[in-house]
């Protein structure tokens, strides 16, 4: 089941935003200084393991759509304990991986849903997507649920649920 992703920090900053547009008519650029790129996950059916790539891009552009690229090498842990596996050859192989990749159609303003394509140890699947865009307030929310085995990530299983939630969350900043 995906989380709904809700427009409301979008509405709630539009008047205090002063939006941006970069490079061609109609793009959004946005990168980690605008918000962030999660993960979630249970682990040993009790505890969630709550994680955050600290370096991502995103380019959306209603010819080309939504283009997402976050270094797997980036990812964070809280807890911190596994966070060197994760990023090893039996879960993101960032060294032989060192990207994520995510594209979708372009959002439609206001709330949709849409079938996106996420790359993740070089396999594509196709992953339902809600989204809340907000041109007026440069905000866009998406949110997923994906199922790790079908990427490869088949590492403790009997510790890490199969399911993983994925959230982005991304405010255009106010110009300088």
Partial sequence: MLRRATPRRALLLAPLLAPRRSGAAGEWRFDERDGSLRLSVRTLGLFRTEGIFRRFRLRLAPESGLRLEAEAASLELSPSVAEERVKGPEWFDAANHPLVAFAAPAPREGESEA??????????????????????????????????????????????????????????RQAQ
């Fill in 115 to 172: 079938s996106a394509t996420l790359t993740l140890r070089g396999v594509s699947r196709p992953v339902p997507t809600r989204f809340a865009w907000s041109p007026g307030a440069g905000a866009l929310d998406a949110s997923a649920e994906i199922r790790r085995s079908a990427f490869g990530l088949v590492a403790d299983q009997a510790a890490v649920s199969d399911r993983v939630s994925l959230a982005l969350s991304v405010v255009r």
